[in-house]
């Protein structure tokens, strides 16, 4: 479902879609609103355009209960809103790819594929010549589709040994798989909705899962979660904040990477290349 300036445009044509599914299938308003677990008088207003007056959870339920999918959009100017995910997307890859490099692996991005039907592309394609192992990284800036992200994920982890192989001249002997999630508390939250299916599906995490990438003996699949760095000041809020102030906030240089576990036990361990070193405590005044 569609929103826009004119909210009841979108509602209107909703509604009226609503109505062509029902009618195609050959159900009654009466029946919709009891395989949507609503009432009658509530599928009315959504075929007339009301459904302003409900909740997404509502609109969704009755599309599902019809087999249709329902989805909300946000516009904002002109396709802003494409250009912001985008950018959070890309510096996220950029990061991710920061980091397998460190560890020693050959890395390409977008690499598209089309094999056996299943078409798609990998975020990030990654070789450890040392090993052996191809690694499929799937990049989420938010985890919205569990159920999706998985199946895909799957998909380009059973495609990765030949891609691969294309790719980097070598045939790999395993593919591992990776979902890399933005730290935070939006991704933290989703782990822990979605806590008993993530720790199946992605078992290693945290420090085993940095271990892992700097010596992959065998394939397995992994989830970690990399801070984004914040954003630069703009011009005119930079001159108000002193260097000295925004590397305290800070704490270290834009381009670093720190990955961290999923838990609060999880302690940061060294990279290659990763030579920085704990400060000493501020000494106190005497």
């Keep these: 479902m569609a929103f826009d300036h004119d909210r009841g445009v979108d509602d209107a044509r909703f509604g009226r879609g609503i109505r062509a599914i029902r009618a195609r299938a ?15 008088a509530t599928i009315s207003d959504i ?21 249709a999918d329902a989805s909300l959009e946000l516009r904002w100017r002109g396709g802003e809103v494409d250009r912001l995910l985008d950018r959070e997307h890309a510096a996220l890859v950029g990061l991710t790819v920061e980091l397998l490099t460190r560890c020693g692996w ?46 895909k994920l799957d998909e380009k982890a059973r495609l990765a040994p030949g891609v691969a192989e ?64 914040a954003e630069a000041p703009r011009p005119d809020t930079a001159r108000r904040i002193s260097p000295r102030r925004l590397a305290a906030g800070s704490g270290q240089p834009v381009t670093s990477v720190v990955v961290h576990g999923d838990g609060p036990d999880d302690r940061r361990s060294p990279l290659p290349g990763d030579d920085r070193r704990p400060r000493p405590p501020p000494q106190s005044p005497r």
Aim: aromatic fraction near 4%; charged fraction near 25%; avoid cysteine.
């Design 47 to 67: 075929e007339r355009g009301r459904s302003d007056r409900l909740s997404i959870r509502t609109v969704r339920a009755v599309a599902s209960a019809l087999g």
């Design 26 to 40: 050959g159900l009654r308003q009466i029946d919709l609103a009891e395989r949507a677990g609503l009432s009658q």
């Design 166 to 229: 294309g790719r980097f001249d070598t045939r790999p002997r395993a593919a591992g798989r990776m979902l890399v999630l933005p730290e935070g508390g939006v991704s933290r939250r989703a782990l822990a909705t979605h806590d008993a299916v993530l720790r199946l599906a992605f078992p290693v995490r945290g420090a085993a899962a940095r271990a892992w990438l700097v010596a992959p003996v065998a394939p397995v699949a992994s989830l970690i979660l990399i801070r984004m760095p």
């Design 106 to 151: 050959e890395v390409a991005t977008e690499v598209t594929y089309s094999r056996y039907g299943e078409r798609g592309s990998f975020d990030v394609l990654a070789m450890h010549p040392a090993s052996g192992v191809a690694l499929a990284v799937e990049v989420k800036t938010r985890l919205v589709s569990l159920e999706a992200t998985l199946r």
